[in-house]
């Protein structure tokens, strides 16, 4: 017998994620959180369409948009700049908004403590999570059978030894679930000091008006070498600030002058935060070990850029979620649990590699080669060729290609394009019913199998999940849509798992996504 199904070590945005995803299907979860309330500092704005969907089917998108902190007339897009934030050279940035149509909701921006309210008020709404506020997971022990988590009082001297089935780590970058757990981690540093800085300048927000509809900056200087000096705003008159800064410095210098001279002129502010972290990549050589799990920062971190840390984070808490549910409900195997780490680590790795770093030598490189004062023709046509096709964002689509419960070949990873077409691997599309309605609303709680064009789905398929106790819809639709095939089988994330011409071969792709077969399909693809 064990306290819990599932602990959770950190109530942060992942951590709060996870329960919600597995509280919703009926598992019993505890939080263990240190802070009865979020930390107030303004990192993981940028909260993609995915993370967005993702908090419409927890039930709070609603709140998470009343949470907003920017005015609408103020905007969330994003800028680029040369050398000065009020430079005359500036392009639009990670414009998210771009791929709004592949998704059923669109992209957010807000600071990630109001986001952690409305989680955290949407989890104790919750019959089946108990959250424990002002206490901490020192260590934890996997007894086989059971897990160990060792928790102590935040602030004071208790302890106590709890139990559950599994134990998830979301307690971020130093974790101690990750660190006890038997989880080793690699790091790739930088070598740079970092500084956040939180300030307020309604100087600022008047000068900001000159680019309409932006509420992040990224300022590109030669020296910097590629390395962002990056503005985001909090609300109205409030920023925050991060940039490299030389080793030693410390709270003592004077970040005013810094900021009046990325700026391009003084300007009155007033720093209310100074903190400092080192620029590093890191990831955990494995996001399982028995019953141990990590996800969020303490699977993954990485430089603040692009804003995909947080949105990675939830990823991780829909994936796993859904996949610990189905084992503890018992049509799902130990397989499906390995899958976790077989698809989210090599995405991550993508994200790491081809995004974030690889905007940090992209931009090096462009620095080093182009400068007005040398030409400054060369340098305008270069310039604003830059993101004529916004590739940061059209190509950033996490997939799950080639996973070990997906049909077909390929390699997991955070490359990718966007298409209405249903792709085995890839996030399903929206797309109209005959009726009017968004496929997403037929979606069920577990696997969905499309049936389009009034095609017949037969029997396969529903006769396999009642055999296995695999929870499936069947949906019959005489729309033809964009998806490209009669039968599309959806899984509970709302990934693709399969998609064909034969209702017959359902079935196979069903006990392959529930990791009960082996697959077979890859070598057919």
Same mark, same amino acid.
Not at 153 to 173: F, Q
Not at 494 to 509: F, L, N, S
């Given at each position: 017998?064990?306290?819990?199904?599932?602990?959770?070590?950190?109530?942060?945005?992942?951590?709060?994620?996870?329960?919600?995803?597995?509280? =919703?299907?009926?598992?019993?979860?505890?939080?263990?959180?240190?802070?009865?309330?979020?930390?107030?500092?303004?990192?993981?704005?940028?909260?993609?369409?995915?993370?967005?969907?993702?908090?419409?089917?927890?039930?709070?998108?609603?709140?998470?948009?009343?949470?907003?902190?920017?005015?609408?007339?103020?905007?969330?897009?994003?800028l680029t700049v040369y050398k000065h934030l009020l430079s005359d050279y500036h392009y639009d940035w990670l414009n998210r908004a771009s791929v709004n149509d592949y998704y059923l909701t669109t992209n957010e921006r807000l600071p990630q403590y109001a986001?952690?309210?409305?989680?955290?008020?949407?989890?104790?709404?919750?019959?089946?999570?108990?959250?424990? *506020?002002?206490?901490?997971?020192?260590?934890?022990?996997?007894?086989?059978?059971?897990?160990?988590?060792?928790?102590? !009082?935040?602030?004071?001297?208790?302890?106590?030894?709890?139990? /559950?089935? *599994?134990?998830?780590?979301?307690?971020?970058?130093? @974790?101690?679930? $990750?660190?006890?757990?038997?989880?080793? =981690?690699?790091?790739?540093?930088?070598?740079?000091?970092?500084?956040?800085?939180?300030?307020?300048?309604? !100087?600022?927000? !008047?000068?900001?008006? $000159? +680019?309409?509809?932006?509420?992040?900056?990224?300022?590109l200087h030669p020296e910097m070498e590629g390395y962002w000096r990056f503005f985001g705003r909090v609300d109205v008159g409030s920023f925050f600030f991060h940039a490299p800064v030389p080793a030693?410095?410390?709270?003592?210098?004077?970040?005013?002058?810094? #900021?009046?001279?990325?700026?391009?002129?003084?300007?009155?502010?007033?720093?209310? +935060?100074?903190?400092?972290w080192d620029l590093r990549v890191s990831i955990a050589e494995r996001y399982r070990a028995g019953r141990v799990f990590v996800a969020g920062d303490a699977a993954h971190s990485h430089p603040p850029y692009g804003g995909y840390g947080i949105n990675t984070g939830f990823e991780d808490a829909r994936n796993l979620g859904w996949k610990l549910a189905a084992v503890l409900k018992g049509w799902g195997s130990d397989a499906l649990l390995d899958s976790y780490d077989a698809e989210r680590r090599p995405v991550f790795q993508s994200t790491a590699r081809d995004f974030i770093e690889h905007f940090i030598d992209d931009d090096n490189r462009f620095l080093q080669a182009h400068d007005p004062s040398r030409d400054k023709a060369a340098f305008e046509a270069a310039w604003y060729a830059r993101n004529v096709g916004a590739a940061e964002v059209a190509k950033f689509e996490p997939n799950y290609e080639g996973s070990p419960i997906v049909a077909g070949s390929g390699t997991p990873s955070a490359r990718g394009d966007h298409r209405f077409e249903a792709r085995a691997g890839h996030h399903l599309a929206p797309q109209t019913l005959s009726d009017g309605a968004n496929v997403f609303d037929r979606l069920g709680p577990g696997f969905t199998l499309l049936s389009l064009g009034g095609a017949d789905p037969g029997d396969a398929? @529903?006769?396999?999940?009642?055999?296995?106790?695999?929870?499936?819809?069947?949906? $019959?639709?005489?729309?033809?849509? /964009? *998806?490209?095939?009669?039968?599309?089988?959806? $899984?509970?994330?709302?990934?693709? /798992?399969?998609?064909?011409?034969? /209702?017959?071969?359902?079935? !196979?792709?069903? #006990? #392959?996504?529930?990791?009960?077969?082996?697959?077979?399909?890859?070598k057919r693809a």
């Open positions: 017998m064990s306290d819990h199904d599932v602990i959770i070590a950190g109530g942060g945005p992942v951590g709060m994620g996870l329960a919600i995803e597995l509280g =919703q299907r009926g598992i019993r979860v505890l939080v263990i959180e240190r802070y009865p309330d979020p930390q107030p500092i303004p990192k993981g704005q940028n909260l993609t369409q995915r993370t967005t969907e993702t908090l419409h089917f927890w039930g709070c998108e609603k709140d998470l948009r009343a949470a907003r902190s920017i005015p609408a007339d103020v905007g969330i897009g994003g986001t952690e309210a409305v989680l955290r008020a949407r989890a104790e709404k919750i019959d089946a999570i108990d959250i424990r *506020y002002g206490w901490s997971v020192e260590r934890v022990a996997d007894k086989g059978d059971h897990v160990e988590v060792h928790t102590a !009082e935040h602030r004071g001297e208790a302890r106590e030894v709890l139990t /559950a089935k *599994y134990v998830v780590g979301c307690d971020g970058s130093k @974790s101690a679930v $990750r660190e006890t757990g038997g989880i080793p =981690q690699a790091r790739s540093d930088h070598d740079k000091l970092m500084v956040l800085l939180v300030f307020n300048s309604m !100087e600022l927000h !008047e000068l900001l008006n $000159r +680019y309409p509809g932006k509420a992040f900056y990224n300022v030693g410095t410390t709270e003592n210098d004077d970040f005013t002058a810094m #900021l009046h001279e990325v700026v391009g002129q003084p300007f009155d502010l007033d720093i209310t +935060y100074v903190g400092f398929a @529903s006769a396999a999940a009642a055999r296995a106790g695999i929870p499936l819809a069947v949906v $019959r639709d005489t729309a033809k849509t /964009a *998806y490209g095939a009669p039968f599309v089988l959806v $899984r509970p994330d709302h990934y693709v /798992a399969w998609t064909g011409t034969r /209702a017959a071969d359902a079935a !196979e792709a069903l #006990l #392959l996504a529930a990791g009960h077969a082996p697959n077979e399909m890859r």
